[in-house]
């Protein structure tokens, strides 16, 4: 991949072509630019004249990683654990949720649920009756929908909750394997639900979403009988982008191995973090 | 996907950093890891900035290769592929990434102060094809 142009006659291309720089490219055609090279390819004069380079080097996801904190710093006051839980579309986050509000409610764990959707409240009416508090929060104002949540419209769902009447908060992100893992929303851990159906090969091709959460539920695993798909491979391909995640395989329908996921939940508060790499919060 | 929002957090930097002054350019750096695809985030930064001050801007994105320190052997190493974040060197994946995941915005080109003659205005992306 290389640096992308918009040229004054409005076309967008790579930058392996000849012009005025003068830098070197690595062996597959990409290249960083050490920080030192920002002076020198800082010269366009050719097609600009009278501008000044001024320095910002400010994180785009500075004030989401911000807002993030504040959300961090309001659930530790309130002393809520806070779980991202993030997925494809139809992976079965909203049916493994409503498995875990039912047994959080008979184990006397007082759970809230933020849940992000992009324009309707079916998720959310599913999951109510199991004696949760829910947040829902529509990401659809805007163009068309957010494909995530980000930390701000966490903090928003939050006037919605009574954090200090809760033990467990679950926010159940947008369904999408690629944007929600790169905004931190203030999370303590994060926990991905994938289905056996979606493939083994996933983890290669979405690494930063396999490598941003600490445990994976692999979902629908009583399907194993009647599919190709190989649980044993897709723990190798995990492993191979993210090697401290730990796998546990269920089955939202049939209940199996949901015990020891509620095993985990109930030690999500006390075990110290071992958060996967939360992408958002990094350089 | 996202590139929407991420262009109104770019936008919100280059609108507090440039003084008042006109825009001729705004520079990113990108690591590779980010899930941004560049043309995509330049098609939005003209959505985003078309009636505002940072109307006519360019983004220029500076992309940084995945660059990483192996636990397992040592090595540090560029990977071959970013969608495979192994060593380069024993193949371990047990590793630390030490570039790759920059998501900056690094510079402005401001032109003279608004008193000034402003400088010819670029081309706004709807020129482009999206």
């Known amino acids: 991949m290389g640096r992308f142009h918009r040229h004054d006659d409005g076309t967008v291309h790579e930058h392996d072509h000849e012009d005025s720089h003068d830098h070197s490219h690595g062996e597959h055609g990409d290249h960083g630019h050490a920080s030192a090279a920002d002076s020198e390819h800082g010269d366009h004069s050719a097609y600009e004249t009278g501008t000044e380079r001024v320095e910002v080097l400010e994180r785009i996801f500075g004030e989401n990683d911000l807002a993030a904190a504040e959300n961090r710093t309001a659930f530790d006051a309130a002393?809520?654990?806070?779980?991202?839980?993030?997925?494809?579309?139809?992976?079965?986050?909203?049916?493994?949720?409503?498995?875990?509000?039912?047994?959080?409610?008979?184990?006397?764990?007082?759970?809230?649920?933020?849940?992000?959707?992009?324009?309707?409240?079916?998720?959310?009416?599913?999951?109510?009756?199991?004696?949760?508090?829910?947040?829902?929060?529509?990401?659809?104002?805007?163009?068309?929908?957010?494909?995530?949540?980000?930390?701000?419209?966490?903090?928003?769902?939050?006037?919605?909750?009574?954090?200090?009447?809760?033990?467990?908060?679950?926010?159940?992100?947008?369904?999408?394997?690629?944007?929600?893992?790169?905004?931190?929303?203030?999370?303590?851990?994060?926990?991905?639900?994938?289905?056996?159906?979606?493939?083994?090969?996933?983890?290669?091709k979405y690494p930063v979403m396999f490598r941003s959460c600490e445990l994976v539920l692999l979902n629908k695993v009583d399907l194993v009988p009647y599919l190709d798909a190989d649980p044993a491979l897709f723990a190798e391909n995990l492993r191979r982008v993210n090697p401290t995640a730990r796998v546990i395989e269920v089955s939202a329908r049939t209940g199996q191995g949901l015990e020891e996921w509620y095993a985990w939940l109930a030690e999500a508060g006390v075990t110290t973090v071992t958060e996967g790499e939360p992408v958002g919060s990094g350089a | 996907m996202h590139e929407l929002s991420l262009c109104r957090s770019i936008a919100q930097i280059a609108d507090r950093a440039r003084q008042g002054r006109p825009v001729a350019a705004v520079h990113l750096r990108v690591g590779q890891l980010r899930q941004v695809v560049p043309e995509t985030l330049v098609y939005c930064w003209g959505l985003v900035t078309d009636d505002g001050p940072l109307a006519g801007s360019?983004?220029?994105?500076?992309?940084?290769?995945?660059?990483?320190?192996?636990?397992?052997?040592?090595?540090?190493?560029?990977?071959?592929?970013?969608?495979?974040?192994t060593c380069a060197a024993c193949g371990s994946g047990d590793i630390e990434l030490r570039t790759g995941e920059e998501f900056l915005v690094t510079s402005l080109d401001l032109g003279p102060p608004a008193d000034e003659p402003a400088p010819t205005p670029t081309p706004t992306l709807r020129e482009q094809e999206a």
């Open chain 1, 79 to 204: 002393g809520v654990t806070v779980v991202n839980l993030m997925s494809s579309p139809g992976a079965g986050k909203t049916s493994i949720l409503e498995r875990t509000l039912e047994h959080l409610q008979s184990a006397g764990t007082r759970a809230g649920v933020v849940e992000g959707d992009i324009e309707t409240s079916i998720d959310a009416d599913r999951l109510a009756g199991f004696g949760a508090q829910i947040s829902l929060l529509n990401t659809g104002d805007g163009f068309g929908g957010e494909c995530h949540l980000d930390a701000p419209m966490v903090r928003r769902a939050l006037d919605r909750l009574d954090l200090d009447t809760l033990d467990l908060l679950m926010i159940e992100n947008v369904g999408n394997l690629v944007c929600p893992a790169e905004f931190d929303v203030g999370a303590h851990r994060s926990v991905m639900v994938y289905s056996l159906t979606e493939g083994e090969e996933k983890p290669l």
């Open chain 2, 58 to 85: 360019r983004l220029e994105v500076e992309s940084v290769p995945v660059v990483l320190d192996c636990r397992a052997c040592g090595e540090t190493t560029r990977v071959a592929h970013v969608l495979v974040l």
